[in-house]
């Protein structure tokens, strides 16, 4: 597979391509089509796409923003819709498909813009309700009955209220769980390097601390990649894995750099984008709970949660949430990160927020307050 990568300068026909694709988002206007580069005006729009979306607004055209970009044109009634094995549809009218099965009380599973297996079931089971052919396709007649329909859930995201309850079903005890962890990089991928350190050594450190710990309390874990092991999985592929394994929560693990030295700090990231609706609920409390009691046990700067639609989170069925553990481009933040007992800080903050994502509400004690000890034993 070729990599896309279009930016500010390019010109040709893929670039032509782009700028219509923008226009008819609204986010350029090319009225009087110019020549075929990627200026100012592209750049800007790509970004304020991206921003949009949830991706890095870099700014760049990648293999991500491409197919984003691409999705973003189809609205629900353009084309049938239904489950294709193997090459699932995605797009926006897949979006506002499942949004809808979804107000309307039909169990899609996440909002998450591609035609699964899921998706399928709640079409069809959709279609049984109002007495049409449960055949799973959106068609004319199906479109027309979602449309006539006042939605029976209200206050937004009852996708999200059902993986609550889920949640909430599963327990608030730790064993039995099952933890994916995923350290960003390894083997001959060693991510960001500075400092005399690289960020391969330090997630795969990390993640064996985790791994420890977890274990040690009952838990069920799997890393997407072995200590050692050459593969380099992508994204999509670390996701199918967590699927498969079956996983309540996928924490990943990554360190930051910036060309900017001073910039530093911790940050976490869940699924969702600035579309109402996307956003995973369960994600996001993950996130913040990661976020806080890294924050409240290290002085690294609080760069707070984020929603983004990178693939390893789109794709994920559990709750997913992936750290970038300060920058390694920063004095102050490598030396931490290169500090053993720094990482066994940070490790006991994830499992304790892995632990805290199950307690109800009430028995949640103070932050920085469990430790790993109350939870192996309690
Ligand atoms: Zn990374």
């Known amino acids: 597979m070729t990599s896309l990568r279009y930016q500010l300068g390019d010109t040709g026909p893929a670039i032509a391509e782009i700028r219509s694709k923008l226009t008819q988002l609204g986010f350029l206007d090319d009225t009087a089509p110019g020549p075929h580069t990627f200026d100012e005006d592209v750049d800007q729009a790509v970004r304020q796409f991206q921003q949009e979306r949830g991706l890095t607004a870099t700014g760049v055209v990648d293999d991500t923003t491409y197919r984003v970009l691409d999705e973003a044109r189809w609205r629900l009634g353009d084309r049938l819709l239904s489950y294709v094995v193997g090459n699932p549809q995605a797009g926006d009218d897949v979006i506002a498909l499942q949004r809808r099965l979804s107000e309307l009380g039909f169990d899609v599973g996440r909002v998450d813009g591609v035609f699964g297996p899921r998706t399928g079931d709640a079409l069809r089971e959709f279609q049984r309700n109002v007495g049409l052919p449960a055949d799973g396709t959106c068609g004319p007649s199906t479109f027309k009955s979602l449309g006539r329909l006042a939605p029976i859930v209200t206050g937004g995201r009852p996708e ?25 990089h390894g083997g001959s991928d060693r991510g960001h390097r500075a400092h005399g350190l690289d960020e391969a050594s330090v997630v795969e450190d990390l993640a064996a601390r985790i791994e420890g710990r977890l274990t040690a309390t009952g838990v069920q874990t ?4 072995g200590p050692g092991s050459e593969a380099s999985p992508t994204e999509s592929e670390r996701a199918t894995f967590a699927n498969d394994s079956g996983a309540n929560l996928l924490i990943s693990l990554h360190v930051d750099s910036h060309p900017n030295a001073d910039a530093s700090g911790v940050a976490t990231y869940f699924y969702g984008s600035r579309e109402p609706g ?6 996001e409390q993950f996130a913040g709970l990661v976020q806080r009691e890294i924050v409240a046990r290290t002085d690294l700067v609080d760069c707070r949660a984020h929603p983004k639609t990178w693939d390893l989170l789109r794709h994920t069925k559990m709750a997913a949430v992936r750290v970038e553990l300060g920058y390694i481009t920063n004095d102050g933040d490598a030396a931490r990160l290169a500090d053993p007992d720094f990482r066994d800080v940070v490790a006991e903050a994830i499992v304790v927020a892995i632990q805290r994502v199950y307690l109800p509400s009430g028995e949640d004690a103070a932050t920085g307050a469990l430790r790993f000890h109350d939870l192996a034993t309690g």
């Open 160 to 184: 999200s209220l059902r993986a609550v309850e889920a949640l909430r079903q599963a327990g608030k005890r730790l064993p039995g769980k099952v933890v994916v962890i995923d350290p960003g």
């Open 222 to 225: 799997y890393l997407t990649r």
């Open 278 to 283: 996307t956003a995973s609920a369960i994600g």
